[in-house]
Every structure is written in structure tokens, then in C-alpha cells.
């Protein structure tokens, strides 16, 4: 999935960006810099775990639709900057 910031807010380090799977429950990373207007974060998972990388997609990952409606956010000490279902 990609998380782009089109405008508004800087989103802060330390930011926990997740998703919640119905059938393999939830997965979340910090970002480690800020993530400012225009910029992207994708996600994918890989071994079990939640992967992050800025602006460029990860070559040996492949996009596939998601079987059931998940759940993406991005919160801060509690204060969400979004919450959607993907």
C-alpha cells in the first residue's frame, strides 16, 4: 500500500503507520524522519512483519488487491492523522 502526504501537516517521526488484516490482525511500523507534503511511505508485508520504505516501491515486491476490507492508519501518541479502510 502507499501512504503519500499530498499536502497539509508534516507527519512526525516516530509516527506509527499499520494495518489491520481481519484473518492476521494488526502490524505497525514508526517512521524514523518526517514525512512532509508530497512525500510517500509503501507498505507491504514480508516474513510476517509490516515493511516500510520512502518514495520508491520495493523492487521484489509485487502489488496484489487485499482479499477483505483492511484497515490503514497513522497515528502519533494516540492523535491520528488517518485512519481508512483500504
Same mark, same amino acid.
Given at each position: 500500500?502507499?501512504?503519500?502526504?499530498?499536502?497539509?501537516?508534516?507527519?512526525?517521526?516516530?509516527? =506509527?503507520?499499520?494495518?489491520?488484516? #481481519? /484473518?492476521?490482525?494488526?502490524?505497525?511500523?514508526?517512521?524514523?524522519? #518526517? /514525512?512532509?507534503?508530497?512525500?510517500?511511505?509503501?507498505?507491504?508485508?514480508?516474513?510476517?512483519?509490516?515493511?516500510?520504505?520512502? =518514495? &520508491? #516501491?520495493?523492487d521484489?515486491?509485487?502489488p496484489?488487491?487485499? =482479499?477483505?476490507p483492511?484497515? /490503514?492508519?497513522?497515528? /502519533? &501518541?494516540? =492523535?491520528?492523522?488517518?485512519?481508512?479502510?483500504?
Amino acid at each position: 500500500m502507499r501512504l503519500e502526504n499530498e499536502a497539509g501537516q508534516t507527519i512526525s517521526a516516530g509516527t =506509527d503507520v499499520g494495518i489491520h488484516l #481481519p /484473518l492476521k490482525g494488526s502490524m505497525q511500523r514508526s517512521i524514523r524522519s #518526517p /514525512l512532509t507534503s508530497g512525500e510517500t511511505v509503501f507498505t507491504w508485508i514480508e516474513d510476517g512483519q509490516l515493511r516500510l520504505s520512502r =518514495d &520508491d #516501491p520495493p523492487d521484489e515486491v509485487t502489488p496484489r488487491e487485499l =482479499d477483505t476490507p483492511s484497515l /490503514l492508519w497513522a497515528d /502519533l &501518541d494516540g =492523535d491520528a492523522y488517518i485512519q481508512r479502510e483500504v
